[in-house]
């Protein structure tokens, strides 16, 4: 019932293996299990993917990966029996698949979207409000992975009127069954968080281990700020202020809104696009979208939000007049950004999650 996907050698399957223990953070001595965990028809896991209130975002960006087709070896390795987006069938066959799938049960459930509190008809599918059909689909699943910013904590739609929530505020409030829930945050998802969650599946049959919010810390346990290439000129106090000047281009984009200090992910390692380039290295700011504040609690995105660690930045770049400020000034911002900032430490109010 799903499209079909161009066939896969064996050199671009080891390939995606070889690239899938990167992800894991395992040593090429576990390509050969992630080969048969992968490889096992056997173990083919049946997945339900739903969507809710989204734009589809996160399925773009997981079957957009090119190298090596890790979407067609994934898609083709688990038993994908409803997809709205992907699935060639529709109406009373694509219903069928999904209530089947369901009775017969120990699957894994992908959620995309959110879960409009304000009322439930602001979303429904099949004449059936989302969060019901959610219900009956956690009722029967084995793990549920909530995928982007709006399954996870609400994101942007819980910024409109509908007040869009994270599976996790469906599951607390007794709206969805409790289940083991993975909350892959960013907007869209990266397809390697997905992928590498799918595959640690795989082979442990269990989720991986995980932040307080239901992040695998494998992706999220590192502050973009920490590892950002700008980090440098952070610390030397020198910062963006004006968006038309080619000097200050390559300059911390801390006063233009970044909420790299405040946001746990690794994109400034693994990238997007197939490690092309993330958002900071396009010269924009980093917009905190794997925190459950986001999207409320991190607007303005173009504005700064909140002074680092109680100290205006400004207030401190006005007194570096020489070098030897500069050093002491850099020094004594990085003291504060590195040693006071920490988990939970969100820039503003997060909204209702
Ligand atoms: Fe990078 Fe943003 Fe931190 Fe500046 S504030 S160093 S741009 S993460």
Known sequence: MLRSFRNINRRDFLKFCAGTATILGLSEAAVPRIAR?????????????????????????????????????????????????????????????????????????????????ADERFVQIADVPFVKTLNKAAANAAVVIAIGACATYGGIPRGTPSNGQGVGWAMENGLVPKKPLINL?????????????????????????????????????????????????FDNGEFLEDWNSFEERNSCLFLKGCKGPWTYADCPTRRWNDGLNWCIGCGAGCQGCS???????????????????????????????????????????????????????????????
């Open 291 to 353: 925190q459950p504040e986001f999207y409320t609690g991190m607007s303005p995105l173009y504005a700064k939000t909140k002074d680092i660690a109680g100290m205006r930045i400004e207030t401190i770049g006005a007194l570096l007049a020489g070098a030897t400020a500069v050093g002491l000034a850099g020094h004594f911002i990085g003291q504060a950004a590195t040693g006071r900032l920490g988990k939970g430490g969100p820039p503003e109010e997060g909204g209702e999650s």
């Open 37 to 117: 965990a992968v490889g096992d028809a056997a173990k083919k896991p049946p997945v339900i993917w739903l969507e809710g209130q989204d734009c589809a975002g996160c399925t773009i960006s997981f079957i957009n990966t090119s190298n090596p087709g890790t979407a067609e070896i994934v898609l083709d390795t688990i038993s994908l029996r409803y997809h709205e987006t992907l699935m060639a069938a529709s109406g009373y066959v694509a219903e069928k698949a999904l209530h089947d799938t369901i009775a017969e049960g120990g699957y894994v459930l992908i959620v995309e979207g959110s879960i409009p509190k």
């Open 185 to 233: 945050s960013t907007c869209p998802v990266h397809p390697e968080h997905l992928v590498g969650t799918i595959v640690y599946y795989l082979l442990f049959a269990k989720a991986p281990p995980m932040d307080s919010v239901a992040r695998p810390l494998m992706f999220f346990d590192k502050l973009i700020h920490d590892n950002c290439e700008r980090r440098g000129r």
